[in-house]
């Protein structure tokens, strides 16, 4: 099999990172972390989360010929996905400064406000396609939790698809 470029999950939460980066290392992408520390980016070969979303252009720099996938789904099931998330299983960050100070560069608040990450979405949304408006071919969108996968990531990717499903984790809050 032959080995994918470098490549980079720009998916918010909730969205297919964890399926994501577990279908970078069935197609031998190897290391992949989910959400890295910034430390780490230099040693991987892929990634998603918080991380990779705040520093992707950095990445773009540093690893020339890298692809990028926008895991997205519609806004009002990645809404619904995290306010489930956040009620079911909230994850206190007191005290961790590093995760707060990404969240709220990201979504602009570390708890669950409707409005704020509607906001958030279609604003990292239109910052990504925008980013990569004229360089089309390095970017694919891919709707995990829809059921899109192999069929449209590895030709991007330009490697076969490996035997089995595309994994489909952490789905506990998903739906």
């Known amino acids: 099999m032959q080995r994918p470029p470098r490549c980079w999950g720009l998916g918010l939460a909730r969205t297919g990172n964890t399926s994501f980066c577990a279908s970078l290392r069935l197609l031998g992408c190897d290391p992949v972390e989910q959400d890295p520390s910034f430390e780490a980016l230099r040693n991987l070969r892929g990634?998603?989360?918080n991380t990779?979303?705040?520093?992707?252009k950095y990445l773009d720099y540093l690893f020339p010929g890298s692809k990028f996938v926008l895991t997205t789904r519609s806004v009002e099931s990645w809404l619904a996905s995290m306010?489930?998330?956040?009620?079911?299983?909230?994850?206190?960050?007191?005290?961790e400064h590093?995760?707060?100070?990404?969240?709220?560069?990201i979504y602009e608040t570390v708890g669950f406000d409707p409005q704020i990450l509607v906001s958030s979405f279609g604003?990292?949304?239109?910052?990504?396609?925008?980013?990569?408006?004229?360089?089309?071919?390095?970017?694919?969108?891919l709707r995990?939790?829809?059921g899109e996968g192999w069929e449209r990531l590895c030709p991007f990717l330009g490697?076969?698809?490996?035997?089995?499903?595309?994994?489909?984790?952490?789905?506990?809050?998903a739906h």
């Open 47 to 49: 990634g998603s989360g």
């Open 52 to 56: 990779v979303v705040l520093h992707f």
């Open 83 to 95: 306010e489930r998330s956040h009620r079911r299983n909230p994850r206190p960050i007191l005290g």
């Open 98 to 105: 590093e995760r707060i100070a990404r969240r709220m560069a």
């Open 123 to 141: 604003r990292h949304h239109a910052e990504v396609q925008r980013y990569f408006a004229q360089r089309p071919q390095d970017l694919l969108e």
């Open 144 to 146: 995990v939790a829809e």
């Open 159 to 173: 490697v076969d698809a490996p035997a089995g499903p595309f994994p489909l984790l952490n789905q506990g809050f």
